[in-house]
DNA sequence: AAAAGTACTTTGTTGTTCAAAGTTAAATAT
DNA sequence: ATATTTAACTTTGAACAACAAAGTACTTTT
């Protein structure tokens, strides 16, 4: 029996990543303050997790202003959304195999 | 828009912890020298993953002989069974929020 | 001028993961 | 009888990850 985990990325281990991508990849972007409030997570935490996914070169960032506030936000690179696609699809195997 | 990962388990979070539970649903028991070498793994390493998941009760050990080896091996309890169960469910809520 | 907002960075503590070495006890080989 | 091996750990120590809280820089609102 193989466990193929092959595919698992080390950079969607932890929750919060996980859940920083997903919300990524569903929508085509997302600012500092509502990830932030979604996540229910420090402005530090978030910062330092959102910094892990640029270094993987997984997410973008966009700086602007919405009238006269900065406002970041960040947006899913294409390598990011396809190493996030074979991560869910080991996750999508490991769950079939429990349904044998 | 919420990101249901309510029935995440942190003591799933580990790739390696993720792999002995998937392994120990599949098949009703499983040694520690084959687990050792099915995740390619030191033994001190698998020895304290193994530990964390009897500390959580989602694991049984049973000790036996085979022949005048002694032979240890390991079970998912119930209690395992049900929270890994719910694990697999948050990542494929999470797996069919991409899909839409 | 003071307070608040945005988006961080820094600091320091705590937690996690790991390999390597050490341990115990029995079994087998020399 | 002694040495080596196997099984299944435990301990140690180092590296890295995660986190809250505090600090920073800059701007805007009051």
Redesign the pocket.
């Given at each position: 029996m193989k466990i193929s985990l092959d595919q698992f990325d080390k950079a969607f281990?932890?929750r919060?990543?996980l859940q920083i991508m997903s919300v990524l990849v569903a929508n085509e972007s997302y600012?500092?303050?509502s990830l932030k409030e979604l996540l229910n997570?420090?402005?530090?935490?978030l910062?330092?997790?959102?910094?892990?996914l640029e270094k993987e070169e997984y997410i973008q960032?966009e700086?602007t202003f919405i009238?006269?506030?900065?406002?970041?936000r960040y947006l899913a690179s294409e390598k990011g959304r396809s190493a996030f696609r074979l991560h869910l699809l080991a996750l999508e195997n490991l769950i079939k195999q429990q349904k044998l």
């Open positions: 281990e932890n919060i990543r600012d500092f303050n997570l420090t402005d530090g935490n910062a330092s997790h959102l910094k892990a960032v700086k009238g006269r506030k900065p406002n970041t």
